[in-house]
């Protein structure tokens, strides 16, 4: 008992002082969260109420750490792409992966710049922006949707061979994904209209290497001569008669 209470008295002012830094701490933590909450709730209710991308800059503006902030961005996007604003919507969507790089949405986001670019005339950075969002998020519910957006691009392109790579791909990895049928259906149509290969000139060999090619009308075949009419019989010859014949008599002078 001694030896306990000249502990208490030694180590007792710590002892209070990490219970107030621990009280403190927690009541610090809790009135975060509650200021959390209510400005997430304030958010959430500006956010209901925007009209147009003015109110939707607004929201970014004072409540960008929001969850409603992150769907500011979304919604101010579509706004700028509805009006045809596809570089604006760009900067918009790239500033929303860069402030939120661990969002559920970013690869929606990042669809949308690609196709953005392809609106934008730009096709070969909206392939290159796919095949991008395809190889750095494989298991993405985005990566086979980014697939087949590159098939249309490689088929204006006269890509076929990699358009049908393409479609066997999502066949083969993703073939339980909605997209899965329009791939067989692109494949097919790839297959339908695949050029055929150009005809091969004939071998001629050594001997008539320097003979000039005949003219096409040599080449034809030979028309057939005409057939002739069948003969008529021959007339019946009456039989001689039985009494001799008569000597022609000279011709006199």
């Known amino acids: 008992m001694l030896e306990t209470q000249v502990l208490w008295e030694r180590y007792k002012n710590v002892v209070f002082a990490v219970l107030v830094l621990a009280l403190l701490t927690v009541a610090a933590w809790g009135a975060y969260r509650f200021y959390s ?16 991308p003015a109110d939707f800059q607004k929201v970014i503006a004072q409540y960008g750490t929001t969850p409603a902030g992150a769907s500011a961005h979304l919604f101010l996007a579509e706004e700028q792409r509805k009006e045809k604003q596809f570089s604006e919507a760009n900067t918009t969507l790239q500033s929303f992966v860069d402030k939120y790089p661990k969002h559920q949405l970013k690869g929606t986001a990042r669809m949308a710049i690609a196709a953005n670019l392809e609106s934008l005339g730009k096709r070969d950075e909206a392939l290159t922006a796919y095949q991008r969002l395809a190889a750095d998020d494989p298991q993405g519910f985005t990566a086979p949707m980014a697939l087949l957006a590159q098939i249309h691009i490689l088929k204006e392109k006269n890509q076929i061979a990699e358009a049908r790579r393409v479609c066997e791909v999502i066949m083969t990895q993703y073939r339980e994904s909605l997209v899965s049928n329009e791939a067989t259906r692109q494949l097919r149509l790839l297959k339908g209209n695949e050029p055929e290969p150009p005809a091969q000139p004939a071998q001629l060999s050594p001997a008539t290497a320097g003979t000039p090619m005949p003219a096409a009308s040599a080449l034809a075949p030979a028309a057939a001569p005409p057939t002739a009419a069948p003969a008529a019989p021959p007339a019946a010859v009456p039989p001689a008669a039985n009494t001799p014949q008569a000597t022609a008599s000279p011709i006199k002078r």
């Open 37 to 52: 909450i209510r400005r997430a709730e304030t958010a959430a209710g500006l956010l209901a109420t925007a009209k147009g």
